[in-house]
Nanobody, 120 residues
Framework: QVQLVESGGGLVQPGGSLRLSCAASGSIFSINNMGWYRQAPGKQRELVARITPGGSTNYADSVSGRFTISRDNAKNTVYLQMTSLKPEDTADYYC??????????????WGQGTQVTVSS
């Protein structure tokens, strides 16, 4: 059984920073891309950032230059460093991994979500 567990969300003032973490655990054979998505109230879930096993990254235009995604392959963990946060960054943030569990095929796995609120 595979789980993705996020941590690091919370309340922060505009201009502040937060770091999200997401650790994958369980019977993992291999992990391909990992990423972060977000969903604001009344809006569709959107890609924030994605990172390949080799470290190549891509970002949504709205966060480029402010957010940095990274991963530790030895720990099956992905991070999202968020700086210069804006009220429009307020959303539930979800970790995603394209992952192959032992004796299973490749599937998308999701974390339970962590709330980020940017407000003064």
């Amino acid at each position: 059984q595979v789980q993705l567990v996020e941590s690091g969300g919370g309340l922060v003032q505009p201009g502040g920073s937060l770091r999200l973490s997401c650790a994958a655990s369980g019977s993992i054979f291999s992990i391909n891309n990992m990423g972060w998505y977000r969903q604001a109230p009344g809006k569709q879930r959107e890609l924030v950032a994605r990172i390949t096993p080799g470290g190549s990254t891509n970002y949504a235009d709205s966060v480029s230059g402010r957010f940095t995604i990274s991963r530790d392959n030895a720990k099956n963990t992905v991070y999202l460093q968020m700086t210069s946060l804006k009220p429009e960054d307020t959303a539930d943030y979800y970790c995603n991994a394209l992952l192959k569990a032992t004796n299973r095929g490749w599937y998308d796995y999701w974390g339970q979500g962590t709330q980020v609120t940017v407000s003064s």
